[in-house]
């Protein structure tokens, strides 16, 4: 399976952005998907996840802010992320899991939010 995400970008602080995560190759194997993110300087974490049922998880930095979603039929997640703050830079990845938790990871796209 791979991922490829989309939709990152520079975004003034309190402004709105939403990326895209499209999974191909042996997509019946797919089970959670979900985002984390690394800022400079701080490890990675958790940001949300969506189960293939469409039960989700985000974090407590960014819930009522950011929602994920997911669409099976395109094998695709998103992540809206509205009220962006100036400590949501950091790179964002797609991950999902195929076999084990969190196995398949994206490449990663760049959100920088302007304060």
């Known amino acids: 399976v791979q991922l490829q995400a989309s939709g990152g970008g520079l975004v003034q602080a309190g402004g709105s952005l939403r990326l895209s995560c499209a999974a191909s190759?042996?997509?019946?194997?797919?089970?959670?998907m979900g985002w984390f993110r690394q800022a400079p300087g701080h490890q990675r974490l958790t940001v949300a996840s969506?189960?293939?049922?469409?039960?989700?998880s985000c974090s407590n930095s960014v819930r009522g802010r950011f929602s994920i979603s997911r669409d099976n039929d395109k094998n695709t997640i998103y992540l809206q992320m509205n009220s962006l703050k100036a400590e949501d830079t950091a790179v964002y990845y797609c991950?999902?899991?195929?076999?084990?938790?969190?196995?398949?990871w994206g490449q990663g796209t760049l959100v920088t939010v302007s304060s």
């Open positions: 190759g042996s997509v019946l194997s797919i089970r959670d």
């Open positions: 991950v999902l899991t195929a076999r084990t938790r969190w196995d398949v």
């Open positions: 969506i189960s293939t049922a469409g039960v989700t």
